[in-house]
């Protein structure tokens, strides 16, 4: 009986950890890829780097729960080497954390997804779609949804709320009129305070009429410090980030940690150099600042290795180093389409979840795009990343650039990956 014992402790065990690796450094072939064919990788960010076409990367992929390529190419700044912990500016990969975090809430009752948004942030109940606008001083009027928003609606970007910086003429002059902040701001502003101005901003259409990226998820990371009572910053930090061994991810960095900030850059006058003249934000936002405002939809900055634990942890449904964030049935709704047809970008190719973009039947067939379920997003800074559940990899490129033209690492590291698989 005791051996009958020894041995189903031992296979739970084995299975476990099968199944819920935690990040270790290896060899390729460890992990079923080539290193002969991960040569090209090499070869394609050399060339990048050569034809100007990006000043530097540090590229990560990770196979069944080892890292086996992490390396740094041309410089961070203009003058200093990439280094393979850089710390990157990552954006719009915040988003993915953020809901990650509002689903940990949702798992303990705190709310329903199709619960109305202004039954926790009153605010947001007198909401309604813009009627008119009025270019001498950017006012405008509204006139009353048919429905309300809801979390839903928030997390899957069908919530009619616009997107300041990014969003056409008429919203970022309506934005910027009323202070509304999209990523940063040198401001003692609370991410209360901004969210409360975004309500009564106006919306684009009905609550899930249609897809528009939007502020949503910024709204998303309030409603986590109304759920938890804690500052959004706190919540990542102990929720998350401390779980999941993300040592060097923050909104703001510390001191000690500044000089691994990797500079956004440009072109000037045909030379890299860095990019700082943006009206709408400070590039150097992560460094100074009041560093009171916490943006779930854009504001961490984090590492290539940071980054890939996170994603390691949705590829074992949930687990990370023995910690349990999410129930594996939580990670099939984040991952399941949430929208149906209504964001067309894709072209039938990927569908959109909570926070992810998905791979469709038809997007794995279309090549390059990687299985059935791969999912994945990017950064405003050119960052991205995405992970196969299927094959077991991750895929995350770090990239700190604004206004460069022709980029083509993006497809080509995702290409390239996935052809180096040797098993």
Request: with cysteine.
């Amino acid at each position: 009986m005791k051996k009958i014992l020894f041995v189903l402790v031992c296979t739970t065990y084995t299975l476990f950890g099968q199944s819920a690796p935690v990040l270790t450094s290896a060899t390729p072939p460890s992990a079923g890829l080539s290193e002969e064919r991960l040569q090209r990788m090499d070869a394609m960010f050399k060339e990048a780097i050569e034809k100007e076409e990006i000043p530097g990367a540090v590229a990560l992929i990770a196979r069944k729960g080892k890292i086996v390529y992490l390396k740094a190419f041309g410089n961070a700044s203009p003058g200093r080497a990439q280094k393979t912990d850089d710390i990157f500016r990552i954006a719009s990969q915040t988003k993915a954390i953020t809901i990650t975090g509002l689903m940990m809430l949702w798992e303990e009752g705190k709310f329903r997804l199709d619960d109305p948004v202004s039954r926790y942030i009153p605010e947001f109940k007198d909401a309604g779609i813009l009627d008119t606008f009025n270019e001498a001083d950017s006012s405008f009027t509204t006139k009353p949804t048919s429905k309300p928003i809801t979390i839903r609606h928030l997390l899957t970007h069908t919530s009619g709320i616009g997107y300041g910086i990014i969003d056409d003429s008429t919203f970022r002059k309506i934005y910027q009129k009323a202070g509304i902040k999209d990523i940063f701001s040198e401001e003692p502003i609370s991410t209360r305070d901004n969210i409360l101005r975004l309500a009564k901003m106006p919306l684009h259409f009905n609550p899930g009429e249609k897809y528009k990226y939007s502020e949503g998820i910024d709204v998303a990371g309030y409603l986590i410090e109304v759920f938890s009572g804690k500052p959004l910053d706190v919540f990542f930090k102990e929720r998350i980030f401390d779980p999941l061994q993300m040592n060097d991810t923050y909104f703001y960095l510390p001191d000690n940690k500044a000089a691994r900030l990797a500079d956004v850059q440009t072109k000037k006058e045909g030379k890299w150099a860095v990019f700082n003249d943006n009206p709408y934000y400070d590039a150097l936002y992560p460094i100074r600042g009041a560093k009171t405002f916490f943006s779930g939809g854009a504001g961490l900055s984090s590492t290539a290795t940071d980054y890939a634990r996170f994603l390691q942890m949705y590829l074992n449904k949930g687990t990370y180093n023995g910690k349990r964030l999410l129930s594996r049935l939580t990670v099939d709704v984040i991952m399941a389409n949430h929208v149906g047809d209504l964001w067309g970008g894709a072209a039938g190719n990927e569908h959109y979840g909570l926070a992810f973009s998905v791979v469709t039947e038809k997007g794995q067939g279309s090549g390059g795009l990687g299985s059935k379920g791969t999912f994945g997003w990017g950064g405003y800074f050119n960052t991205q990343y995405f992970a196969d559940p299927q094959e077991q990899v991750i895929g995350v490129l770090m990239k700190q650039t604004q206004n460069i033209g022709s980029d083509n690492t993006s497809w080509k590291f995702r290409q390239l990956l996935f052809q180096a698989i040797n098993d």
